[in-house]
């Protein structure tokens, strides 16, 4: 694949597929993400360790592969959920607290 054999690449795509799709789903259902877009930048991680990879140096490549892919999701999607709380329950469980706080400065 160094040497720029596409048919190459294009088998080594087409070989580890699977993996990719499998991580893109266990992070969409880990983190509630879009699927297609998960799926999509899973692909783009694994043509990315498809194009830096080093078999003297870079161990199986497996490993290698689902390290960018895990790397390229992350990066393109943010995997923290916001907390969303309503205004009725922060009302209930903040004025008292700013009312003793203030109390107490005081």
């Known amino acids: 694949v160094r040497e720029g ?6 088998r080594m795509i087409e070989m580890y597929l699977r993996i990719a799709v499998r991580i893109a789903v266990s992070r969409a259902k880990a983190y509630n993400l879009d699927l297609e877009e998960t799926v999509g930048d899973a692909f783009i991680g694994l043509m990315i360790a498809v194009d ?42 903040f004025l008292p607290c700013i009312l003793f706080l203030r109390h107490v400065a005081a």
Do not use: M
């Open 52 to 93: 830096k990879y080093d078999p003297d140096h870079s161990g199986p490549f497996v490993s290698f592969a689902s390290l960018w892919i895990y790397q390229n999701i992350s990066r393109e999607q943010s995997t923290c959920n916001p907390i969303c709380i309503s205004l009725s329950i922060a009302k209930n469980c």
């Open 5 to 10: 054999n596409t048919h190459a690449r294009k």
